[in-house]
């Protein structure tokens, strides 16, 4: 594979990759990003859009180009299926690149350090905003400094909620590529020509796909039928037999495990495997639902899946009659996209819906219009597919592109939201579908933090589990997580309070049940979870501090600084091109001037009597019980902030790179006690090597050694609307504090 990249030879590594020759749509997108351009993916389902932006990020080791992908999804369920395949391609190429799944039931990667990052949306948007959703928020600026300096991708992005999720991204796009010119990827088969359009005036690459292009759609025919009845399961029994694959897709989880309980055992009589998959289910059991229902519907004769929305995104699976509720165009495109996905013939029957939930009831009442008078009994084909698309979304989607005072807005209340570390806001603006986290337990209280962290947590709509709770009188605990900056984490269980968004609940198993094979059933006794054995990533584990002298820790940092800008590669080079200066030299000299000195502020007399230390100042010494070292970081900001804005030319940079240091402990600190340092020499050994290897000069007296009273530094954060202050900031940050944890490690 090497001698190949090296040779960029662009067919042979997709062959590589995809086991075939590649699509003309896929080698199109991947020589324009690979020229460095941003490039929107309009192709069928099922046509290889993840391989068209995964390929040449391969490749792109060789140019000037993003050295991180972020790959983001709308589901959680979509992020576990592309990571298990990155990670088995990666595998046959000889993983010389890191893939890590990141969402909030399987946080693998919080910091965002993997080569390729695939996570949900809602993680993306937190992780940008220094707010992630899967760390406290002491640690936010971390992952922060990954996603500003990323190659971004957005797949699936039809499913994004359309005037929220949909206008966050679009604002990011537009930090991102408008502003500091860095490409994205747009993927997805059911997007507007206005969409299009809209990117096409930024100057960024569209690539067409076609049937044509597909040899499996080439000689594929799907007839649609308008059915003005409500689905049922006599439907279901009619169509299931030998020798035809079925799949119904219902809109909501209640229909689907209603059918599936009144089929499973009359198909069962007839030898037809039965399977149900749908959002309330834990990973593990997904994953093998739907490994055996591929098995079978890839190998065997017949079979029955029955499904909800989680079909329209990722599930490579055909079937040969699908029966549908009757959803939105695009919606419905995706469904339709399972049957005959391989080619040949296929038959899809659309259903009337007795309530539109969980979808606005003009499009679903404009959808069952149009397929009644344009499609009922005809072939629906790619050409097809986008005139449908365009006549119910296309004016819908010009609104919401040229709608720039909702862009804005939304990028205030993400700013807003990092200001203040608001996790909430954070998925506020990003669906109006709001879920919760909830898992079964007869008596939380009765669990350490540990366990409660480990327990299986599913994502169910809060407007359902609010219904639930109320039909039910259910028995409920909300759980309350709190840390602080040390690290420390605990939790408290308060029975039957308010239901909120993105919150974590336990339920009594007198009023729900989960079953391995039907997934969380509301009303039905049974069993308490069990906690999984795996360490969950969210609990951060204090450090425990050996001796280590104040001059030791700053080298050290210095030494895993350097190692590190290899691998943030990228970071560094938009840093470059952002700081006033002409040399790389000396802007890398910049950053390892504030990873030296971010302890600055432990030289504070008070800090080092406190910690014991005497002759030679101390950075980290294991502690007694019931000493409370006065804060530092915050001192190193204000001492270096004027030395920071004459080195960089520029208050507004300067300001960002001293919060970078303010914050290293905590995202967001803003008060500076008052202090005097002391152990000066030490700061000239650090100052004349960094002059000795980056030809920056300082002189002690430029550093502001004492302060008299209470201050507060210049700003609490900087606004994400700042983009390139902003993005000096959580560059920084991240190499500081990388750096600084990397050296904790050999301790």
């Known amino acids: 594979m090497k001698d190949i990249l090296d040779e960029f030879i662009l067919d042979e590594v997709f062959i590589h990759v995809c086991g075939d020759d590649p699509y003309k749509h896929q080698l199109a997108a991947a020589e324009k990003i690979l020229e460095g351009k941003s490039v929107v993916i309009r192709a069928p389902c099922g046509s290889g859009k993840t391989e068209a932006c995964f390929v040449p990020f391969l490749l792109a ?178 169509v299931a037999k030998d020798g035809v694959k079925v799949m119904v897709v219902c809109n909501t989880v209640f229909k689907a495990q209603e059918i599936y309980r009144k089929v499973v055992g009359k198909l069962g009589e007839r030898g037809i495997p039965v399977f149900i998959l749908h959002s309330r289910f834990l990973p593990k059991d997904r994953r093998r639902i739907e490994e055996e229902m591929k098995a079978i519907f890839k190998n065997g004769r017949c079979g029955c899946l029955i499904t909800t929305q989680v079909c329209e995104v990722g599930l490579d699976v055909s079937c040969d009659v699908m029966l549908t509720d009757v959803a939105p165009s695009d919606s419905l495109v995706q469904r339709i996209g399972r049957c005959a996905r391989r080619g040949g013939e296929g038959q899809v029957y659309v259903y009337d819906v007795e309530f539109p939930a969980p979808y606005e009831k003009g499009l679903v009442e404009e959808t069952k219009r149009y397929v009644a008078e344009h499609l009922d009994g005809k072939i629906l084909g790619w050409e097809e597919e986008l005139e449908f698309v365009n006549a119910l979304l296309d004016d819908r989607f010009r609104k919401i592109m040229m709608d720039e005072r909702r862009r804005l807005a939304i990028l205030k209340n993400l700013g807003d939201a990092a200001f203040k570390g608001d996790k909430r806001q954070i998925e506020e603006n990003i669906r109006q579908v709001l879920n919760v986290n909830v898992t079964i337990h007869e008596n939380p209280e009765s669990l350490n933090v540990n366990e409660i962290l480990r327990m299986p947590w599913i994502s169910v709509n809060v407007n359902v589990l609010k219904s639930q709770f109320s039909k039910l009188n259910a028995k409920y605990w909300q759980i309350k997580f709190f840390d602080d900056e040390r690290g420390d984490f605990t939790f408290k269980a308060e029975q039957n309070g308010t239901v909120w968004p993105h919150e974590y609940y336990v339920i009594s198993p007198e009023f729900v049940s989960y079953s391995p094979n039907v997934g969380l059933i509301f009303g039905k006794k049974g069993e308490s979870l069990k906690p999984s054995l795996c360490i969950d990533k969210r609990k951060v584990q204090e450090k425990k501090y050996s001796k280590e002298s104040w001059l030791e820790h700053a080298k050290k940092c210095l030494t895993k600084f350097e190692e590190l800008v290899e691998r943030e590669k990228s970071a560094f080079a938009l840093f470059t091109r952002i700081i006033p200066l002409n040399s790389s030299k000396i802007a890398q000299g910049l950053i390892a001037l504030c990873v030296a000195l971010h302890d600055l502020g432990k030289l504070n007399e008070e800090w080092q009597r406190i910690i014991g230390a005497t002759d030679t100042p101390l950075a980290h010494a294991p502690m007694l019980h019931g000493r409370l070292l006065p804060p530092h970081a915050t001192i190193s900001g204000f001492a270096l902030l004027d030395v920071l804005i004459e080195l960089v030319r520029s208050k507004r940079l300067g300001c960002s790179m001293a919060l970078a240091i303010a914050h290293h402990h905590h995202t967001r600190a803003i008060d500076v006690i008052k202090y005097r340092l002391r152990y000066m020499e030490d700061v000239k050994v650090i100052l004349r090597r960094l002059e000795e290897k980056y030809g920056i000069s300082i002189e002690l007296n430029e550093i502001k050694e004492k302060n008299e009273s209470k201050t507060q530094l210049p700003a609490r954060m900087i606004g994400i609307e700042r983009t390139k202050s902003y993005a000096v900031y959580t560059i920084v940050s991240r190499f500081i504090r990388l750096s600084d944890r990397a050296s904790l490690e050999e301790n």
């Open 61 to 238: 080791e060789k140019r000037e180009f993003p050295n991180r992908l972020v790959y983001s999804l709308p589901t959680r369920a979509l992020v576990e299926d592309i990571t298990e395949r990155l990670k088995e391609k990666m595998g046959k190429l000889g993983a010389f690149l890191s893939v890590s799944c990141q969402h909030g039931a399987n946080p693998e990667d919080p910091f965002f350090k993997e080569d390729i990052i695939v996570a949900t949306i809602d993680q993306t948007i937190g992780a940008y905003c220094c707010t992630p959703l899967s760390l406290p928020a002491y640690l936010g600026n971390i992952p922060a400094g990954a996603v500003t300096t990323a190659f971004l991708c957005f797949d699936e992005v039809h499913t994004y909620d359309h005037w929220l999720g949909l206008q966050s991204m679009l604002a990011l796009i537009e930090q991102s590529h408008d502003r500091l010119r860095l490409p994205f990827v747009v993927m997805s088969a059911t997007l507007p020509n206005s969409f299009i359009e809209w990117f096409k005036d930024r100057d960024v690459e569209v690539v067409e796909g076609k049937d044509e292009y597909v040899p499996s759609r080439k000689n594929r025919k799907v007839w649609v039928h308008w059915v003005p009845r409500f689905l049922s399961e006599e439907d279901v029994l009619n």
